[in-house]
Every structure is written in structure tokens, then in C-alpha cells.
Nanobody
Framework: QVQLVESGGGLVQAGGSLRLSCAASGRIFSRNTMGWYRHPPGKQRELVSTITSGDATNYADSVKGRFTISRDNAKNTVYLQMNSLKSEDTAVYYC?????????????WGQGTQVTVSS
């Protein structure tokens, strides 16, 4: 059993910054991928960024150059630094943890945190 607790969401003016945090507890396998997804109102859920336990990262094209993902393996915590925020970044942001055992994968999700960017 793994639990993910997110924090850092809120209301921010366009052009501002926020930093999201997600702390994982429970049995955390050494090899895993953590990431952030978001669900804007009226739109499909989309991947924002992921980072592996080996610190390999990827980003959605819409956030490249503005967002930075990082992790602290000792604390089992992943962060998302969001700069130059735009109104289209408004969404519920969800933290994700995924790991593999052979050909099977296991997925865990946080409760979501609201990010609202005002123009």
C-alpha cells in the first residue's frame, strides 16, 4: 500500500510561480516513475511531466521551459516548480507513482490539488 499526499496548489496571477509537492509513504520500490498529470475543466486529462528513480525526465510540450520536475529519493517526494504560469495551466493536478514487477504495473494517485491562474 502506497499513499501520496499533494500540497502547494492555490491561486496565482498569470506570470507567477507555484511549487507543488507530493510525498509518498508506504512500501516504495526502488525502481519507479513519479509524475504529474492535470485535468483542466472541460478537457481531457494530460501528462505534465514524469521523472524516473534514475532522474530521467520528460515534459509535455506545453510546459517545456516553464516547469521543472525533481525528486528527493531519500524523502520519497516529487516536486513540480511551475514558472511563468498561464491561464491555460489552470487545472486539478494529480501526483502519480508507477512501478513495474515483471510485465505488470502498479499505479497510485494522489487526491489532486487545484491550481488556478488568474489573468
Amino acid at each position: 500500500q502506497v499513499q501520496l499526499v499533494e500540497s502547494g496548489g492555490g491561486l496565482v496571477q498569470a506570470g507567477g510561480s507555484l511549487r507543488l509537492s507530493c510525498a509518498a509513504s508506504g512500501r516504495i520500490f526502488s525502481r519507479n516513475t513519479m509524475g504529474w498529470y492535470r485535468h483542466p475543466p472541460g478537457k481531457q486529462r494530460e501528462l505534465v511531466s514524469t521523472i524516473t528513480s534514475g532522474d530521467a525526465t520528460n515534459y509535455a510540450d506545453s510546459v517545456k521551459g516553464r516547469f521543472t520536475i525533481s525528486r528527493d529519493n531519500a524523502k520519497n517526494t516529487v516536486y513540480l516548480q511551475m514558472n511563468s504560469l498561464k491561464s491555460e495551466d489552470t487545472a486539478v493536478y494529480y501526483c502519480n507513482l508507477r512501478y513495474w514487477l515483471g510485465s505488470l504495473w502498479y499505479d497510485y494517485w494522489g487526491q489532486g490539488t487545484q491550481v488556478t491562474v488568474s489573468s
